[in-house]
């Protein structure tokens, strides 16, 4: 395989929604000296049907026989890379024109930094279940920081490090063992801080990814206690590594005290917070509640007014019936006196009409002289 500068690897697993952006923007890059391989994590949908659509020959196309998880799979993307850089890109996220030529111009710049990031540019779906809050770095210059310097900074204020947004030498991340499969949400936290401690870290201010928070970002699982204990578990992992680089032991553990007390701190502020949340979605739960007895109310008025204007339509029809069946009455009246009047002159007629045969009757017998008859009485 002919060497290339950089290996963009895209981890994938049911990532249909958004996956094609996701590639098309890296196949848009002005840098062009790049491998793409997809990985995929035995997706349950149709991403690999739509990586498959593409044809490009820069991209490499892999699928797991087992489901890996996320450092597995990010480990997976590590080996099979060739590249000098590597870039760990999302399948929900978007890289501008310029992200891979402005990262790899820095890193070809000074060999002392091994990790290069920028700020990112957030697009929230309506589907994302509350908002991103504020994270990320927000230095407003371009930097290049002292690694040990990034690293105390890392530990005090959380994880700065917008993952997709990353370029890093990729045998700096081989070197430091790639990321911990015993973490899940905090391995690429884990990698930056030993990143750190063997290398200077360079920032760009300017938003050179879009990161995309919606319904189906793995952060939810982790966004109370949980993620404070996977955070803490790998600021302490990187502790080790720390005191091991530097033969700082004292200084470890005291920063292990330091991230321990925050830890206690941090799980505070998530109940704090997972109560808030809490009690905002039973505030919204009782607003639709609400909503839906003021809909409920507003048509049961519509249906007592349809109502009200019904009686009043029954009754009028009630009264104009009354006023019909009276008059239906006296025509059924005069038409049983005219049949009764019919009824007499049709019998007065038939008398009449039997009394004229008879006389005929009589003439004619009287004409045949067969034996005379009285004249018929007329009646």
Partial sequence: MVAV????????????????EAIQSVLQQSFVDFELLIVDDCS?????????????????????????GIPGNWNRCLALAQGEHLCLFHQDDLMLPENLA???????ADPAVGLVHSAVEVIVEDSAPRSPGRWGEENSQDAIVDGLHYFRKLLLWGNLICAP???????????????????????????????????????????LVRYRWHGSNETHRF????????????????LQYYAQWTDQDDEAALLKEATTALRTVRVWLAHAEKGREGWENSCRDLERVAEKLRTDIADLRAHVAWLEESKDFLAAEKSSLAAEKGELKQEVRRLQAETEQQQKTLQGLLSWITTVEEMRLVQLLNKLHIFPLPPPVIR
Wanted: charge should be neutral.
């Fill in 5 to 20: 500068k950089v290996s963009v690897c895209i981890p994938t697993y049911n990532g249909e929604l958004f996956v094609a």
């Fill in 44 to 68: 349950q949908d149709a991403t690999w049907e739509i990586v498959n659509t593409f044809s490009d020959s820069r991209m490499h196309t892999y699928r797991n026989q087992q489901r890996q």
């Fill in 102 to 108: 402005r990262k790899v111009n820095l890193l070809t």
């Fill in 165 to 207: 947004s990353v370029v890093c030498r990729r045998q700096a991340l081989v070197d430091i063992g790639g990321f911990n499969e015993q973490l899940h949400f905090a391995c690429d936290y884990e990698a930056w801080l030993r990143m750190c401690v063997r290398y200077n870290i360079g920032f760009l201010k300017q938003p």
């Fill in 223 to 238: 966004w109370f206690t949980e993620g404070v204990e996977e955070a803490t578990a790998a600021m302490h992992n990187a």
